[in-house]
């Protein structure tokens, strides 16, 4: 294991791992686990709504902006109509056609 503030080598000690270097101490097994990929997707997501996206003129409820784009979001009973979901191209707020 290495120390994750000095990087030196961390040595057991009791149920814990301890670092000579920096006095670093974890309890053993304990992984740190950065979240980055999830960030990244969602980013993804934000930019790919744009400029792919139909576009509509409507009125923007947040803000006032006149102009959305649109997609059509199919819910999962046969019988009931896909709905529209508008995102704002000044505020990015999102919002669906009742
Ligand atoms: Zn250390
Ligand atoms: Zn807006």
Do not use: F, N
Request: with cysteine.
């Amino acid at each position: 294991m290495i120390c994750p503030g000095c990087k030196g080598l961390l040595y057991p000690q009791g149920d814990q791992l301890a670092c000579r270097r920096c006095g670093h101490t974890q309890a053993k097994g304990a992984v740190q686990v950065i979240d980055h990929e999830r960030e990244k997707k969602e980013q993804v997501v934000m930019d790919s709504v744009d400029g792919t996206l139909p576009r509509t003129t409507i009125i923007c409820d947040k803000c006032g902006h006149g102009e959305a784009t649109w997609v059509l979001r199919q819910t999962r009973a046969a019988d009931e109509p896909a709905t529209r979901i508008y995102q704002c191209t000044g505020c990015r707020h999102k919002w669906r056609e009742y």
